[in-house]
């Protein structure tokens, strides 16, 4: 018995016609689909906080650290002051400190205090930095500014910044609010509360500590 030959399908002008348009369907699919990855893409590239790594903060900060007037800033609003008045040691140190503060603030970092450890402020989150990494950048900042270097370099004047910054940058507890829950994400914080949820920027006074690598 003889096999039967095998038949193909035979490429009539329907058939062609039908092969196209599938052909033409994936190529569209495609095309969107490549399309929505592009908005996406473009998405997350505006909508994430680009913030720098907490290692670098202090050595960011000490990039801008300039030269301070110290005597027109302890005397400018005091009255009484005149060409006699000198600077003392509490002038150079809280100015030093409060100066440093405010370039952070400036960037929108930070730099705190809360019980008894210490922390860096990015942008996005908190993050706990050494005692002895956060002693020898103050340090190196009051000198920057113009304290003297044996001054500046001395234990005594190092310990007492260090002090003064325990002082000044002396974060409180934030409100606890147990009807509304924070959520860190890479494009901000979302809030979920009892009556609604929305993506916000991150506020440092909320003091988290953590950030999910992801967007909303």
Excluded at 1 to 25: A, G, N
Excluded at 45 to 72: D, N
Excluded at 198 to 210: C, E, K
């Amino acid at each position: 018995m003889r096999d039967e030959p095998q038949s193909y399908p035979v490429e009539t002008p329907e058939y062609q016609e039908k092969d196209t348009k599938k052909l033409q369907d994936s190529k569209v699919s495609l095309n969107d689909l490549r399309s929505q990855i592009k908005q996406e893409a473009t998405h997350l590239k505006h909508s994430a906080f680009v913030f720098p790594a907490h290692e670098q903060i202090m050595s960011q900060l000490l990039g801008q650290v300039g030269a301070v007037k110290f005597w027109e800033v302890a005397f400018k609003d005091n009255d009484k002051a005149d060409e006699n008045s000198k600077l003392e040691k509490k002038h150079y140190l809280i100015i030093s400190v409060e100066e440093i503060m405010r370039l952070a603030r400036d960037n929108k970092w930070g730099l705190c205090r809360k019980g008894a450890f210490f922390y860096t402020f990015n942008g996005a989150f908190w993050k706990s930095i050494e005692k002895d990494d956060l002693k020898a950048f103050l340090r190196t900042a009051a000198e920057q500014m113009g304290v003297e270097r044996f001054t500046a370099r001395h234990f005594e004047f190092a310990d007492h910044l260090f002090k003064q910054f325990n002082e000044t940058g002396y974060l409180p507890a934030p409100k606890e609010n147990k009807e509304v829950v924070k959520i860190n994400l890479t494009n901000g914080t979302f809030e979920i509360g009892t009556n609604r949820q929305f993506l916000r920027a991150p506020d440092q006074a909320d003091f988290i500590t953590h950030q999910l690598p992801f967007a909303y």
